[in-house]
Nanobody, 126 residues
Framework: QVQLVESGGGLVQAGASLKLSCVVS????????VGWFRQAPGKEREFVAG????????RYSDSVKGRFTMSGDFTKSTVYLEMNSLKFEDTAVYYC???????????????????WGQGTQVTVSA
């Protein structure tokens, strides 16, 4: 069993930055996927970024590429999502998730992830 706890959300103005954290506890093996998703009201959950545990290479959605950076400090069992140049349309609840299977490339579908955090709200004012 894996537990994930997100933090770092908040209310910011457009153009600002935020850094989300996700502490991962439990048994997670090297190569398993860890991802960030988001869900805005009335919309489906959307892939944002993902990495493989203990691998720094990240995959990004086109909507955040160049603005968001996902990284991991595996000694602290924590992954981060640094969000720059935030836009109104980035407003959503952001979730951290992990999977039980090693998949390549980093999976981008929500149904490929098995464990989810409770989410943290990010609100960007226009």
């Amino acid at each position: 069993q894996v537990q994930l706890v997100e933090s770092g959300g908040g209310l910011v103005q457009a153009g600002a930055s935020l850094k989300l954290s996700c502490v991962v506890s439990g048994r997670i093996l090297s190569g398993l996927p860890v991802g960030w998703f988001r869900q805005a009201p009335g919309k489906e959950r959307e892939f944002v970024a993902g990495i493989l545990w203990r691998d720094a290479r990240a995959r990004y959605s086109d909507s955040v590429k160049g603005r968001f950076t996902m990284s991991g400090d595996f000694t602290k069992s924590t992954v981060y999502l640094e969000m720059n140049s935030l836009k109104f349309e980035d407003t959503a609840v952001y979730y951290c998730a992990s999977g039980k299977k090693i998949l390549l490339p980093v999976p981008a579908r929500a149904d490929e992830y098995d464990y989810w955090g409770q989410g943290t709200q990010v609100t960007v004012s226009a």
